[in-house]
């Protein structure tokens, strides 16, 4: 790619995504600049395929220093939990996140941008897959993951067209694969259930893409890209019962029959969140804005992504395959 002679940040490394853009660039012999926190977990930074600094998205100075010398970002970085104590600090972190590297890229003269979004931006059809042109606004936005997601989306917009940021706009769907380290929800139910611990699940349906895929969809839109367009990466539309029905023949179990409404789980999940909230630990299982989200099968089409920039995502089995394999190298799975 013509941007290998140039260095390259890429926020967000010790990640799931991030770590993928940053291997997929290095891949293709490009010089890569990574961003950490000094919390970040070190699983992913190990043998990391270029220079590391430490720094936070929301610090600015810290953001215009790691920019020093780069001509390509590749803004991947951000606070990716579907619930917190405080669910306002989830939508503070990303906007607040999302503003500061924008600044800084502008101020040091960055010349290329390719900022993660996700389609948790955009509103879901039960009539079936949505495309770009499907966006929601803050206050459509189920959760403040999502409605976070949605603000920073739509300041990078506004960025781009009243102040000639150079950015373009990917929007992944529900990566799965190796290098989930947190995990991810999608990786936690990935998890529960090849350990054997979902014997039920909701009627509901997701976009499974394997995650190298992503990171190679993000290659290929500061490739092909145009500036201000959004991106669809995704790969096939999957429901929930047959994707635990995939997990459990690859773990030789069963795989689970009992479907469950939503409205029942309601009360468990208030008293989950409730829980959680005493005792300071890991975020819930059940939240009631799973819930809610899962009254809509997250359905998406990649169409623009693969006419456009000639993206392609391997069938979402082979990723389910790979997520396995490394859940179970990582001991999360018996």
Same mark, same amino acid.
């Given at each position: 790619?013509?941007?290998?002679?140039?260095?390259?940040?890429?926020?967000? *490394?010790? $990640?799931? !995504?991030?770590?993928?853009? #940053?291997?997929?660039? &290095?891949? /293709? @012999?490009?010089?890569?600049?990574?961003? =950490?926190?000094?919390?970040?977990?070190?699983?992913?930074?190990?043998?990391?395929?270029?220079?590391? *600094?430490? $720094?936070? !998205?929301?610090?600015?100075? #810290?953001?215009?220093? &790691?920019? /020093? @010398?780069?001509?390509?970002?590749?803004? =991947?970085?951000?606070?990716?939990?579907?619930?917190?104590?405080?669910?306002?600090?989830?939508?503070?972190?990303?906007?607040?996140?999302?503003?500061?590297?924008?600044?800084?890229?502008?101020?040091? @003269?960055?010349?290329?941008?390719?900022?993660?979004?996700?389609?948790?931006?955009?509103?879901?059809?039960?009539?079936?897959?949505?495309?770009?042109?499907?966006?929601?606004?803050?206050?459509?936005?189920?959760?403040?993951?999502?409605?976070?997601?949605?603000?920073?989306?739509?300041?990078?917009?506004?960025?781009?067209?009243?102040?000639?940021?150079?950015?373009?706009?990917?929007?992944?769907?529900?990566?799965?694969?190796?290098?989930?380290?947190?995990?991810?929800?999608?990786?936690?139910?990935?998890?529960?259930?090849?350990?054997?611990?979902?014997?039920?699940?909701?009627?509901?349906?997701?976009?499974?893409?394997?995650?190298?895929?992503?990171?190679?969809?993000?290659?290929?839109?500061?490739?092909?890209?145009?500036?201000?367009?959004?991106?669809?990466?995704?790969?096939?539309?999957?429901?929930?019962?047959?994707?635990?029905?995939?997990?459990?023949?690859?773990?030789?179990?069963?795989?689970?029959?009992?479907?469950?409404?939503?409205?029942?789980?309601?009360?468990?999940?208030?008293?989950?969140?409730?829980?959680?909230?005493?005792?300071?630990?890991?975020?819930?299982?059940?939240?009631?804005?799973?819930?809610?989200?899962?009254?809509?099968?997250?359905?998406?089409?990649?169409?623009?992504?693969?006419?456009?920039?000639?993206?392609?995502?391997?069938?979402?089995?082979?990723?389910?395959?790979?997520?396995?394999?490394?859940?179970?190298?990582?001991?999360?799975?018996?």
């Amino acid at each position: 790619m013509s941007e290998s002679s140039g260095l390259i940040l890429v926020t967000g *490394v010790s $990640g799931f !995504v991030g770590s993928a853009v #940053a291997r997929a660039l &290095a891949g /293709r @012999g490009c010089r890569v600049r990574g961003l =950490v926190r000094a919390s970040s977990s070190p699983v992913n930074l190990v043998d990391f395929p270029g220079e590391l *600094v430490e $720094g936070d !998205v929301r610090d600015s100075d #810290a953001m215009e220093s &790691a920019l /020093r @010398g780069v001509g390509t970002l590749f803004h =991947v970085a951000a606070d990716y939990r579907l619930w917190a104590p405080d669910p306002e600090e989830i939508v503070r972190n990303n906007l607040a996140g999302t503003q500061s590297v924008m600044r800084a890229a502008l101020k040091t @003269g960055v010349e290329r941008i390719v900022y993660t979004s996700s389609v948790a931006t955009l509103k879901p059809s039960d009539a079936g897959a949505v495309d770009e042109r499907a966006a929601a606004a803050p206050s459509e936005a189920i959760g403040a993951y999502k409605r976070s997601k949605v603000v920073a989306e739509r300041l990078v917009e506004q960025m781009v067209a009243r102040e000639g940021l150079p950015a373009m706009i990917v929007q992944p769907s529900t990566p799965i694969g190796p290098r989930d380290v947190r995990p991810t929800p999608t990786g936690r139910i990935i998890v529960e259930a090849a350990n054997g611990r979902m014997p039920a699940y909701l009627d509901s349906g997701l976009n499974l893409v394997h995650v190298d895929d992503v990171a190679r969809g993000h290659l290929l839109a500061l490739e092909k890209g145009a500036v201000g367009q959004r991106y669809i990466l995704g790969g096939q539309d999957v429901m929930l019962g047959d994707m635990l029905a995939e997990i459990a023949v690859r773990m030789g179990r069963r795989p689970p029959r009992l479907r469950l409404p939503r409205a029942p789980l309601m009360p468990l999940a208030w008293v989950n969140e409730g829980l959680a909230r005493l005792s300071g630990k890991r975020d819930p299982f059940l939240t009631l804005d799973s819930l809610r989200m899962a009254r809509h099968r997250m359905f998406f089409s990649s169409e623009k992504a693969e006419q456009e920039l000639g993206y392609i995502a391997r069938p979402w089995q082979e990723a389910m395959g790979d997520a396995i394999d490394w859940f179970r190298q990582a001991g999360m799975i018996r």
